[in-house]
T-cell receptor, first 115, second 117 residues
Framework: GDSVTQMEGPVTLSEEAFLTINCTYT??????LFWYVQYPGEGLQLLLK?????DKGSNKGFEATYRKETTSFHLEKGSVQVSDSAVYFCALSPYSGAGSYQLTFGKGTKLSVIP | DTGVSQNPRHKITKRGQNVTFRCDPI?????LYWYRQTLGQGPEFLTY????????KSRLLSDRFSAERPKGSFSTLEIQRTEQGDSAMYLC???????????????FGSGTQLSVL
């Protein structure tokens, strides 16, 4: 079945450091890929998405590129802020002719940014 | 946009009791999802409604679990004869069909944390 593997945390960075959170996936066909973020005490929020190979999703300074050849969707940000401290989840949604909308999530990576 | 609302936020129950959770989606959203999340894991899909029709159910949803969405508005998730293994965060999400087809954006509630003693 479909699966998502993301780097384990926690990850602790200093403010303005470069962030990479690795995510690889296993799926049949052509899934859509997502990064969701969960800030303390809040529900999951969509951060960015990509629906086909070589698409780049971006939002709030975060970027991720859909790499079909390496089955990866790594999250990057050039300069993290304290407000980026959260848990980040990589996820995929399979595509089928009938339309399947269930998401398969990775385990999450907790990011802490210190001043 | 008031967001997805879930009640209660926390529920503590004894093993063998029945519990029911409620989810109020964003008002114009016609799709509603239930997920379950245990500590250190990502959310796992349980079931999905389009309007009032339950269209997909995970094999994780045993016979003790039942979900309804009468009139295509709010939804309830009931767990009968709870077991300690049911302890988890139960998340509800909603979306609007047509918002990109596949790859659509889900809006999540803050969840109901269930503890079975």
């Amino acid at each position: 079945g479909d699966s998502v593997t993301q780097m384990e945390g926690p990850v602790t960075l200093s403010e303005e450091a470069f962030l990479t959170i690795n995510c690889t996936y296993t799926a049949t066909g052509y899934p859509s890929l997502f990064w969701y973020v969960q800030y303390p005490g809040e529900g999951l929020q969509l951060l960015l998405k990509a629906t086909k190979a070589d698409d780049k999703g971006s939002n709030k300074g975060f970027e991720a590129t859909y790499r079909k050849e390496t089955t990866s969707f790594h999250l990057e940000k050039g300069s993290v802020q304290v407000s980026d401290s959260a848990v980040y989840f990589c996820a995929l949604s399979p595509y089928s002719g009938a339309g399947s909308y269930q998401l398969t999530f990775g385990k999450g990576t907790k990011l802490s940014v210190i001043p | 946009d008031t967001g997805v609302s879930q009640n209660p936020r926390h529920k503590i129950t004894k093993r063998g009791q029945n519990v029911t959770f409620r989810c109020d989606p964003i008002s114009e959203h016609n799709r509603l999802y239930w997920y379950r999340q245990t500590l250190g894991q990502g959310p796992e899909f349980l079931t999905y409604f389009q309007n009032e029709a339950q269209l997909e159910k995970s094999r994780l949803l045993s016979d003790r679990f039942s979900a309804e969405r009468p009139k295509g508005s709010f939804s309830t998730l009931e767990i009968q004869r709870t077991e300690q293994g049911d302890s988890a965060m139960y998340l509800c999400a909603s979306s609007l069909r047509g918002d990109g087809g596949f790859g659509e954006k889900l809006f999540f509630g803050s969840g109901t944390q269930l503890s079975v003693l």
